[in-house]
DNA sequence: TATAGACTCTATAGTTACTATAGGGTCAAG
DNA sequence: CTTGACCCTATAGTAACTATAGAGTCTATA
């Protein structure tokens, strides 16, 4: 199939998909005489699995480490684990920050509907200058 | 104040600080007749400002209008009001993302610990080919 | 005075992961 | 043949920084 069909049936969007082959993380497909990519369903699983992973938030440096470890199936996964725990770790900490966020957001929320209604008695203008 | 010193008082880079004045979120400062930015008191605290409101996660271009408000004390603070609640939308948003993020990775590791240790045998890999 | 090192300047490019656009080629149907 | 959909490469843009290059300024010291 060409690369439009694709992008229909990966969900993933023409550019993208150009993008990540210049990227590395996809092969170079075959061609049609008119210069056309031409992929096949291996291709497509390739992409579906770029794409899991982007879903997961793995940035593509680290994707491309699971694309190699994947051809080399008698090795040790203990890299994986590593990856997916380190990644895990970066999830948590961005939920405790966009927490913390939240809350001060709130109490924001809150200092607002509690004053006046003029910039000038605002209390989240209040908050931001403090 | 030179910018090294706003810098340093501020916590926020000096290339930084040029960036944002280059974006209009800071007024230009006066220069000395070497041509070096001069900073006072009031300029810092516009920096902190604009840095209380970037540890929020609020867009530059959002700061922006914060900073137009700012000047304009008797102008109804509804639109204050509504920025603060579209970020907290989209924290609620993001913090929803990351936990359904990290159920996935949690359960990929579980699968990897229970399953041999090599790339082949791997629950990662299977649950990233899915 | 000269020198050296710290500081400052502007311009430009790079980072990450896309996304859009320009200008031109291919292909199939009418 | 024509037209419109699809495809190509190259380049630039997005957001928010961050780094680097090359040159100027300033101050302290010899």
Chains 1, 2 share one sequence.
Not at 121 to 130: D, E, F, K, R
């Amino acid at each position: 199939m060409k690369i439009g069909q694709l992008s229909k049936v990966s969900g993933c969007s023409i550019q993208t998909i150009r993008y990540y082959e210049k990227e590395g993380l996809l092969k170079l497909p075959n061609r049609s005489e008119g210069n056309f990519r031409l992929y096949d369903e291996k291709a497509l699983q390739e992409l579906e699995f770029v794409k899991h992973c982007r879903s997961l938030d793995i940035p593509l440096s680290d994707i491309k480490t699971l694309l190699e470890l994947k051809n080399k199936p008698e090795e040790s996964c203990s890299s994986i684990n590593n990856l997916i725990t380190n990644q895990l770790k970066m999830v948590n900490k961005r939920i405790k920050e966009l927490n913390a966020l939240k809350s001060e957001l709130q109490l924001m929320k809150k200092a607002c509907s509690l004053t006046g209604n003029t910039v000038e008695a605002c209390g989240i203008m209040t908050s931001l200058n403090s």
